[in-house]
């Protein structure tokens, strides 16, 4: 009987849950394991906080929100916080990780999580621990996957604000700001915005200029259309200023937080255009809530198939969806790279033909 052990690490995303009973039920019911659930990301490791799983503790939980096991995007292990008599200080506790997996019996970890989390998890692998990585965030800004869970529920949650939005701005002719997650990458904004029928996207791949902004917006006034609807990725940015800043978290290893840029934009829409514009941040409601039918598959297909290359004795690798096919590869090539929005890409061309404006 193998022994494996699972955590969720990183910014929580709709479909976790759903990976984590995939994972539970194929392991202990179709082969057998025993599976030990670490809690709150890479912290249960160092900490040795663990549940040992039965099978119906994963019961009723495919389409709840969040992560039965907790989460962390502040523990990384490499550079884990110890803080002893008020004093705070950074340590490699990479070793008592490998120690508490060995100490555990676990043959081998499924690591579910984002590019930080996978980061780790490849470390992990270098220093010989056998794993298998889970692709996971609502920004879709992995390379080595065509698609993470999480991402359709995000821009499912943004799509159902512009639609609401619409109605408003039109009503009282104003301009709508909505400002959606997406840090260096801006697929919600640009997939809700093309399925929500926006006006303008910013994205921060494509710097805009706000002259151009405005101008898509008076253009539609003089046609007669007294209302807009302006999506903007919280790290879009103008073609002179840099991204807006919400706070630095000091003690977490990607420690800038974005948010702002809708509130930035306003009074400068509002200036030029002359027409009173609002602003709405979606801000952590496109973390939250049921997986949408399209991630709870792409999750149960994730969960499944990390347990059979466990069962195949596979390691150093994360599962990956290409076209439509479920399929491996390697952590070394499957990090540190960054998937953004192709500015001349078929999706941002369909949007300029349909008369969006992206502010270039
Ligand atoms: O990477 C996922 C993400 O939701 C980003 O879109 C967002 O910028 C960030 O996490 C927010 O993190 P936190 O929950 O720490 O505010």
Known sequence: MKKIGVLTGGGDCPGLNTVLRAVVKTAMVKYGYEVTGFKDGYRGLVMNEYIRFKSGDVSGILDKGGTILGTSNKDNPFNF??????????????????????????????????????????????????????????????????????????????????????????????????????????????????????????????????????????????????????????????????????KIMSDSPDPIRLGGIGNKIAGEIEELTGIETRVTVLGHLQRGGRPVPYDRILSTRYGVEAVEMINKGLSGKMVSLQGNE?????????????KTVPPDGELVRIAKSVGVGFGD
């Open 81 to 246: 916080r110890v803080e002893t008599d008020g004093r705070v200080e950074y340590k490699d506790m990479s070793d008592r990780v490998m120690e508490n997996v060995k100490m555990h019996g676990i043959d081998c970890m499924v690591l579910i999580g984002g590019d930080g989390t996978l980061t780790s998890a490849r470390d992990f692998a270098r220093k010989g621990m056998k794993v298998v990585g889970v692709p996971k965030t609502i920004d879709n800004d992995l390379s080595a996957t065509d698609t993470t869970f999480g991402f359709m529920t995000a821009v499912e949650t943004a799509t159902d604000a512009i639609d609401k939005l619409h109605s408003t701005a039109e009503s009282h002719h104003r301009v709508m700001i909505l400002e959606v997650m997406g840090r260096y990458a801006g697929w919600i904004a640009l997939e809700s915005g093309i399925a929500g029928g926006a006006d303008v996207i910013l994205i921060p791949e494509i710097p805009y200029d706000m002259n151009k902004v405005a101008q898509k917006i008076t253009e539609r006034k003089n046609a007669g259309k007294s209302f807009s609807i302006v999506v903007a990725a919280e790290g879009a940015k103008s073609l002179t200023g840099d991204m807006v800043v919400s």
């Open 326 to 338: 479920i399929t491996s590869v390697s952590l070394e090539n499957a990090v540190g790279k960054l």
